[in-house]
């Protein structure tokens, strides 16, 4: 795929965002999917497999069994490799071409598009439609699962009684909260019929192979997509109580324990990182640690670094009740750009999947003179931060990063080169 650098880029920011782009292209779905089964997992891939996909990268991630099949030797003349296709993306994340595409190497295809970050009614029909296929599978069927994050929003089967416009209010809190990926996958998992192990048990007895793309800080990626293969520890009663109504008031739920099933992760954020750092030929070093938690304390930790590096994680954000344009790799620039202003630093944050939250924008670049044009500009940059409306500052400067949708999702990538001290 590749993406290009626009010239027009201060030289500072060029480089080191093409080296962000590069660890991007390292893990995308295709080629992370072809390379597990083709080296480290060789042997997983089963023939004649019916492949469910979810998730952002779901697309790449298809693309790459079909390629290793082949490679294999699975394919022979007028006869798919693969049994029937099940796929959930988000809206936009789809080619054109790929339900026609993939009809030559599936018997059956389906294809859904579904709300992201916030479910829709489309999520909602994809999720009907899974139980459907799955229930409707040969008892025996070998399945592949392909998952990756946006999961937990494109696809969904809620529990009785909650309706579609709790479920979003709900997940709209969430995102707001300020709360990890972790707790909040564990709350959505009790509400649904898909998530906590909801699927593999759809699937019953039939043998299930999984692999992973990770948006999970942690190792534990069973969160992935709220853990749709796997049972998730019940939250916290002290988690609970803090949900907005009526969620706090319905009754934990300890579901079913599915039998394990192994996943295997075949891209996350750390291999994204050192791609990235190996494209910097040693100008820059990595930071090992994920930076997750409240965007202040990433922010004070990134400042704090002596040395240009690299490094990745997933920031969190606390909205105010009527929050902005932007996501929380804007935000995070936006909040670098105050703290390095009149500097030489440059800082550039990017969201692996091509969308910062609910925005077109992969992330924004910042450098020493970014806040005062927003200031000489009228664009109240401050202001902005207080109301989480960062995109519309940088979009306004025209320091907005855009690829489009990247087939990936490995958290964020950062870049911070600190002024001589």
């Given at each position: 795929m590749g993406w290009d650098v626009a010239d027009s880029l201060p030289d500072p920011v060029r480089a080191p965002l093409q080296a962000l782009l590069a660890g991007v292209?390292?893990?995308?779905?295709?080629?992370?999917?072809?390379?597990?089964?083709?080296?480290?997992?060789?042997?997983?891939?089963?023939?004649?497999?019916a492949v469910i996909a979810l998730g952002k990268a779901a697309e790449a991630m298809v693309r790459g069994a079909v390629r290793a099949a082949e490679k294999i030797g699975f394919e022979k003349v007028g006869?798919?490799?693969f049994s029937s296709l099940f796929v959930v993306t988000?809206?936009?994340?789809?080619?054109?071409?790929?339900?026609?595409?993939?009809?030559?190497?599936?018997?059956?295809?389906?294809?859904?598009?579904?709300?992201?970050p916030l479910p829709d009614v489309d999520s909602l029909a994809a999720g009907a439609a899974l139980l459907e296929w799955?229930?409707?599978?040969?008892?025996q069927q070998p399945v592949l699962v392909l998952l990756s994050g946006g999961a937990s929003a494109v696809v969904e089967a809620l529990h009785d009684p909650v309706t579609l416009t709790q479920w979003r209010a709900l997940n709209d809190w969430l995102l707001g909260s300020g709360w990890p990926i972790e707790q909040m996958n564990r709350v959505r998992a009790q509400f649904s019929r898909i998530k906590g192990g909801g699927l593999a048990r759809a699937l019953g007895r039939r043998p299930i192979t999984a692999l992973v793309i990770s948006d999970i800080p942690s190792d534990d990626f069973m969160l992935v997509g709220s853990g749709p293969l796997s049972p998730l520890p019940a939250p916290a009663p002290e988690t609970w109580q803090q949900l907005p109504r009526p969620f706090c008031d319905m009754p934990l739920i300890e579901a079913p324990k599915p039998s394990a099933i192994p996943l295997y992760c075949v891209a996350d954020n750390r291999r994204a990182r050192e791609a990235a750092a190996a494209e910097m030929n040693g100008e820059a070093v990595v930071l090992d640690t994920p930076l997750i938690g409240d965007v202040e304390r990433v922010a004070q930790r990134l400042l704090a670094v002596p040395q240009p590096v690299i490094a990745g994680g997933e920031p969190t954000v606390r909205l105010p009740d009527q929050p902005?344009?932007?996501?929380?790799?804007?935000?995070?620039?936006?909040?670098?750009?105050?703290?390095?202003?009149?500097?030489?630093?440059?800082?550039?944050?990017?969201?692996?999947d091509g969308n910062d939250g609910p925005t077109p924008h992969a992330g924004a670049w910042v450098d020493g003179k970014t806040w005062a044009r927003a200031e000489q500009a009228g664009l109240d940059p401050a202001g902005a931060l207080a109301q989480a409306d960062s995109g519309r500052v940088l979009a306004a400067l025209g320091q907005t990063i855009d690829t489009g949708p990247t087939g990936t999702n490995v958290m964020d990538l950062f870049y911070f080169s600190p002024a001589a001290r």
């Open positions: 292209e390292a893990v995308r779905g295709d080629r992370a999917v072809e390379d597990a089964l083709l080296s480290r997992h060789r042997g997983l891939l089963p023939e004649k497999a006869d798919p490799p988000r809206h936009g994340h789809l080619s054109a071409d790929f339900p026609a595409a993939m009809g030559q190497r599936f018997s059956q295809v389906q294809c859904h598009e579904g709300g992201h799955c229930a409707a599978l040969p008892p902005g344009r932007g996501g929380r790799a804007q935000h995070l620039a936006l909040r670098m750009a105050q703290a390095i202003a009149g500097t030489e630093s440059v800082f550039i944050a990017l969201g692996t």
